[in-house]
């Protein structure tokens, strides 16, 4: 066997060890500073435009808030135009699913004001809402505001559990709790 032996092999090699510890621990470290994910980023955006929408912006979208309701929303990209930005100062308008909760402090869940469903958000100043009105000829009005390729996602909801059951526990935690 070339004459080297194993136990020679395992003596020499001891260094193997903490290079990749430090290897690991350098990927580690550029996983966790790397900049988010684009969709994750509109995402963000759209759920903050949406809670911070007055109460008269918020019955434009088909539900009542008060001005002493604490707002969160949650929301998840389906696509943005145009499709190929990789900044979102080049996007100019996001196709998502969203998801907001309103109470007043110490409402519980169960009596909170919901609304979901899909948005499109133009990122102009100030931000322009779409919402398709609920009610009769609801399929259509939502078909008749985003493009084609979205409309299996708008009509089957979050295609991420965690988002609606994170939003549910912060109201827990930030309003019914209040």
Known sequence: MCGVSMSAVRRNAWWVLPELLALASVAGLFAVAAPADLKDVLADRVAVILAQSSPS???QHGHDVAA???VLCTAE????EPADATRVADVRVVYAYFFCAAG???QPWDFAARISGPVVVELTGP???RIAEAGLGYPD????MLPDQYEPWAFGGFHDPSLPNALQQRY???VAKA
């Open 141 to 144: 009005r939502v078909k008749a």
């Open 104 to 106: 007043e402090p110490g």
């Open 57 to 59: 912006e918020h019955h």
């Open 127 to 129: 931000p322009q809402v």
């Open 68 to 70: 002493e309701d604490t």
């Open 77 to 80: 990209t389906m696509g943005m």
């Open 172 to 174: 827990l935690d930030e």
